[in-house]
């Protein structure tokens, strides 16, 4: 009979989740930027991959302090997600809802991360991971930021060109 499965269990297979999905997204943002139309969404793809490096540094040590190898695990929702971000840059390509699509596709992702990440914070106190917290956290808050920084670009800019016709 196979061993019990316990919360060290699901905890380590979720950060090997998020873990693959970073280093997924890492190669996807330069894709996204050189896409985008406006230079703010450019940017913003950018900037954001830097910070998805320190993310992944940030789980690398998460996977320290547990003792384990830092490894991926396949994640099917991120590679959708990326799929439907691929599939909106060529279909709309060149037209002026493109970067509200991609805004949409790149906030998808994020809450993606949030809700992995809020999970893995509860977890890591419960289990008493006490140095993974702030790691986690810090995670956290970027990806939060990341989200609203690109709600704000939706509504001042991207979203309005796309109703008017090219």
């Known amino acids: 009979m ?3 499965k316990t919360l060290d269990d699901l905890f380590l297979d979720t950060l090997k989740d998020i873990y693959f999905a970073e280093k997924q997204i890492l190669k996807a943002l330069p894709k996204m930027a050189r896409t985008a139309q406006s230079e703010e969404g450019k940017a913003g793809f950018l900037q954001h991959r830097d910070e998805t490096q320190g993310q992944i540094e940030r789980l690398e040590q998460v ?7 830092a490894r991926g695990k396949t ?14 840059m060529e279909e709309f ?22 809700a992995r990440y809020g999970t893995l914070i509860e ?14 956290q810090a995670n956290l808050a970027e990806e939060e930021a990341t989200d609203k920084k690109l709600t704000k ?3 001042a800019s991207a979203n309005v060109k796309s109703t008017k016709a090219a």
């Not at 996977?63 to 190898?69: I, Y």
Request: with cysteine; proline share 3%.
């Open 123 to 136: 977890w890591a106190k419960q289990l008493g991971l006490k140095g993974a917290v702030p790691l986690l």
């Open 93 to 114: 390509k060149g037209s002026p809802a493109l970067d509200a699509g991609l805004i949409s596709s790149a906030q998808a992702v994020e809450h993606y991360e949030i």
């Open 2 to 4: 196979a061993a019990t």
């Open 153 to 155: 670009l939706a509504k």
């Open 63 to 69: 996977f320290e302090l547990v003792g384990k190898a």
């Open 75 to 88: 994640c099917e929702a991120i590679q959708g997600l990326i799929a439907e971000g691929e599939e909106i």
